[in-house]
Nanobody, 127 residues
């Protein structure tokens, strides 16, 4: 069983930065691909970024590429999402996800590829 706990959300002005953290429990973090998704009311949960368990693959969505960076610290069992140049349209609940069913350099993009999910953390970007 893997448990995920997100933190770091909050209210920030447009152009500002936030860093989200996702702490994991369990012994499988080092062999888990991790991802961040986000969701706004009435919309489907959308992919933001993912990272393979090797750390060598880090795809991200077109809407955040160049502004958001995903990283992981295997010693701390934690994955991060550094968000810079935030825009009002980044406002959403951000969810951390994990899967143990991926290869070393795979970083899945589909929500259905992920088995474990956190409770989410709210990010609000004001104008």
């Amino acid at each position: 069983q893997v448990q995920l706990v997100e933190s770091g959300g909050g209210l920030v002005q447009a152009g500002g930065s936030l860093r989200l953290s996702c702490a994991t429990s369990g012994r499988t973090f080092r062999s888990s691909a991790m991802a961040w998704f986000r969701q706004t009311p009435g919309k489907e949960r959308e992919f933001v970024a993912s990272i393979s368990w090797s750390g060598g693959s880090t795809p991200s969505s077109d809407s955040v590429r160049g502004r958001f960076t995903i990283s992981r610290d295997n010693a701390k069992n934690t994955v991060y999402l550094q968000m810079n140049s935030l825009k009002p349209e980044d406002t959403a609940v951000y969810y951390c996800a994990a899967t143990t069913a991926s290869r070393r350099d795979q970083a899945p993009l589909r929500r259905y590829d992920y088995t474990y999910w956190g409770q989410g953390t709210q990010v609000t970007v004001s104008t």
